[in-house]
């Protein structure tokens, strides 16, 4: 067994049971693995609070930085060569790499420290430009794949993040102040959160959702999400561009902002013509430990954008804490939930019995679990927004959301006992559990 696949624990082999062999996400298991210690972070973090240094902002880089970048960056690479049909892995000391990068980074924000500051957001960035090139020279040499546009999207989102992490270096160094700091922050979360996150997981919920839940795609589901992605890529790269113009004075703010709005309402309509056909197919599927999560994201995605449009056109600033609170946990830490949910019986069953098991045991309470978190999502949007006077209800969602995702986590990773007895598994659904649906 290679190093990589050692990375997360394996359970279930011997006892003369059928080996599956090495999972086809093998190779992004330790990038899981530091994922998921970033969230131990952020979670330990939630739980003391202030009395932590770095505020808020250390704690949505733990995700975005540490969770998202790293995630984005093996799953887009592994996606890309999926539909590309270009054979090998990323080398393994990419992660390695990237996650020094990540760790000077996340030192200097609280700190202070700008040569950590600096040298970690450059590494960080190279890495992301590497992987750029990487997936646009993939996508080039494909001949024929149908899902080849992905990787453009994919391009995009990466772009996205390389501008972002300019915007933010501008913001971190000091560089930008007074009335211009604002319009640069706004265009640093946009390209980030919407740009790195949101075009990533657009492409990816085309073909990923509903192999997730098991069923396939909408006929044309593909075609006309390929022509949408490709608007609303430009659509919210014009927005980001627009938004820095906010800091000029009033008319030209105002016009700035409608423009800005206009663009991000061309993602916005995009966001809806991937997410209505995928909700409609899993919707159909039988009940998996996915599910609920995917339909979870498909509502939440194209709501955040919308509302995001509202507020950019009427200048609200201040119900940013709650798009942020719905667009962080509610749809980009529901998505990972639910891509984990899927691959943790591959990724840690190496039978078929230890796959079916942890993956019955994940089933069991998923719609519960999924409903206690998007309700912990939306107590958090609303005391976000400080809409409620009395309870602490930011406190509150943030409790339900944590507890959900830890149980979740505990249901994927108990240990398993080969031998047990399992129910009877439907011949289709043992089939391997790839990029199905294409």
Do not use: K
């Not at 003391?48 to 808020?56: F, H, Q, S, T």
């Amino acid at each position: 067994m290679s190093e990589q696949a050692r990375s997360l624990p394996v359970v279930g082999q011997g006892h003369g049971q059928r080996s599956r062999g090495r999972s086809p996400f093998g190779a992004a298991a330790p990038s899981i693995t530091l994922a998921l210690v970033y969230a131990l972070l952020l979670g330990i973090w939630l739980v003391v609070g202030d009395r932590l240094p770095g505020g808020r902002w250390f704690a949505i880089h733990l995700f975005t930085l540490g969770v998202l970048t790293n995630l984005i960056l093996t799953f887009s690479e592994h996606f890309a060569r999926t539909v590309t049909r270009t054979a090998g892995e990323r080398a393994a000391w990419w992660p390695i790499i990237t996650n020094v990068g990540i760790a000077l980074t996340l030192l200097g924000l609280p700190t202070g420290w700008l040569p950590a500051l600096a040298v970690g957001a450059t590494i960080v960035t190279g890495s992301v430009f590497a992987a750029y090139w990487r997936l646009r020279r993939m996508r080039r040499q494909a001949l024929g794949a149908r899902f080849a546009w992905i990787v453009r999207i994919y391009e995009r989102a990466h772009g996205a993040f390389i501008h972002g992490a300019v915007f933010g270096a501008l913001l971190g160094v000091g560089v930008v102040t007074g009335a211009w700091y604002l319009p640069v922050r706004l265009a640093h979360l946009h390209a980030n959160i919407l740009g790195w996150g949101g075009l990533t997981l657009l492409a990816t919920l085309v073909f990923f959702g509903p192999t997730m839940a098991r069923c396939q795609i909408e006929p044309g589901a593909d075609q006309r999400s390929a022509r949408a992605l490709r608007h609303g890529a430009t659509g919210l790269a014009v927005a980001v561009l627009v938004l820095l113009l906010t800091g000029l004075d009033s008319p030209w703010a105002v016009v700035a902002r409608l423009g800005a709005a206009a663009g991000l309402a061309v993602l916005a309509v995009a966001a809806g013509v991937v997410c209505l056909p995928v909700f409609r197919a899993v919707y159909r599927a039988r009940v998996t430990a996915a599910r609920p999560l995917v339909l979870g994201v498909c509502v939440w995605l194209p709501t955040v954008v919308w509302a995001d449009v509202v507020v950019v056109a009427t200048g609200a600033w201040a119900w940013l804490d709650a798009l942020g609170i719905v667009a962080l946990s509610g749809v980009l830490a529901q998505a990972i939930t639910a891509t984990l949910v899927y691959l943790a019986p591959m990724l840690r069953g190496r039978t078929t019995e230890a796959r079916d098991v942890i993956r019955q045991r994940l089933e069991v309470g998923a719609r519960s679990r999924a409903g206690v978190l998007n309700l912990g999502v939306l107590v958090a949007a609303v005391g976000g927004a400080r809409l409620v006077d009395g309870p602490p209800l930011l406190a509150i969602g943030w409790i339900l959301v944590g507890a959900t995702l830890a149980t979740t986590l505990v249901v994927g990773l108990w240990p398993y006992r080969a031998g047990v007895t399992t129910q009877a598994v439907p011949a289709d659904d043992r089939r391997p559990s790839g990029e199905g649906g294409q």
